[in-house]
C-alpha cells in the first residue's frame, strides 16, 4: 500500500471515531452469565459381564469385564453428569477383608471406570464401586456432586476341569480329571459318587496329587466328582455319563 492509501485510510477512521462518539453510541461488552450453585445427587452403578445380578458362578480363568458408572441429577436439570470427584473400582477375596483398587478416573473422568481380563478374579471375589464426589468451580459458581456407591456384586468361582487319558475296564473306565489351578484343590480329598435309583451312593473319596489330578475308576452309569469348597472355591460336582463307548461329563456348582 503507498503513502496516500494509508493516509487516507488513516483519515477514514479518525473520521468513523469522531461520528460514533457524536452520535453518542454505547457498545457493550456481553460478560458471563451468573449461574447460582448447584447441588447434584449422584447414582453409582456396578456390572460384571454386563449383569448387575448377584451372585455369578463363573469357572476359574473366564473372561471378565467389570465396568462402573456415575450419574447425576442436579438441581435445575443442568448437569447431567459429574464433573469432579474421584471413582474407585474396588474388590476383596473375603466378606471382610481389605478392598483393593483395580481402577480410578477422576475429574470429568470419574463418571466411568472399567476392568477386564481373565485375571481380574482368580478365586471367589467381591466386587464394588465408590464415588467421593466434589466441587467443579465453573467461573460464576459451583457445582456440587454427593457421594454414592454400588450395590457389591459376588462372583463365586469354581475350579476348571478337563478330561485326561480314559481307558476302559471290566464294568467302567480309569482314568482322570485335572482341576485348576492345582494349589486350589492340591491335597484335598474328592469324593467319587454314583447314582443308584434317586440316590447318590460314595463309592470313595480321592486325594488330588500336587498337579490337581483326581484319579478314580468308573463303573457304567451316571457317575458325578464332587470337590470340596476350600481355598477361596466353590464347590462343583463334576457329572459323568459312562457308557461302553466313552464318558461324558459337565461342571455344576454344588
Not at 450395590?151 to 485348576?180: E, N
Request: aromatic share 8%; hydrophobic share 35%.
Amino acid at each position: 500500500m503507498n503513502r496516500p492509501s494509508v493516509r487516507r485510510l488513516r483519515s477514514a477512521l479518525v473520521a468513523l471515531s469522531l461520528t460514533a462518539a457524536t452520535a453518542g453510541t454505547a457498545v457493550a461488552v456481553a460478560g458471563p452469565a451468573t449461574a447460582a450453585n448447584v447441588s447434584c445427587t449422584t447414582s453409582t452403578t456396578l456390572t460384571v459381564n454386563s449383569k448387575a445380578t448377584t451372585p455369578q458362578i463363573v469357572s476359574f480363568g473366564t473372561y471378565l469385564d467389570v465396568q462402573a458408572s456415575v450419574s447425576a441429577s442436579c438441581t435445575g436439570g443442568s448437569p447431567n453428569y459429574v464433573e469432579a470427584g474421584t471413582l474407585w473400582l474396588q474388590k476383596r477375596t473375603s466378606s471382610t477383608g481389605a478392598w483393593t483398587t483395580i481402577a480410578k478416573e477422576t475429574g470429568f473422568n470419574a463418571e466411568s471406570a472399567s476392568k477386564y481380563g481373565t485375571n481380574v478374579a482368580t478365586r471367589t471375589t467381591q466386587f464394588r464401586a465408590v464415588y467421593y464426589g466434589g466441587a467443579y468451580n465453573n467461573g460464576a459458581g459451583s457445582d456440587t456432586f454427593a457421594n454414592s456407591s454400588s450395590k457389591y456384586i459376588l462372583v463365586g468361582m469354581i475350579r476348571a476341569s478337563k478330561d485326561l487319558a480314559w481307558h476302559s475296564v471290566r464294568g467302567g473306565i480309569h482314568g482322570s480329571f485335572k482341576f485348576s489351578p492345582a494349589a486350589s484343590i492340591k491335597g484335598l480329598k474328592a469324593e467319587v459318587e454314583h447314582k443308584s435309583g434317586t440316590h447318590w451312593k460314595i463309592l470313595r473319596k480321592v486325594k488330588a496329587n500336587s498337579k490337581g489330578i483326581v484319579t478314580t475308576t468308573l463303573p457304567l452309569g451316571k457317575n458325578r466328582i464332587v470337590v470340596p469348597t476350600a481355598r477361596g472355591f466353590v464347590g462343583s460336582y463334576h457329572t459323568v455319563s459312562v457308557t461302553r463307548a466313552r464318558a461324558t461329563h459337565r461342571a455344576v456348582v454344588r
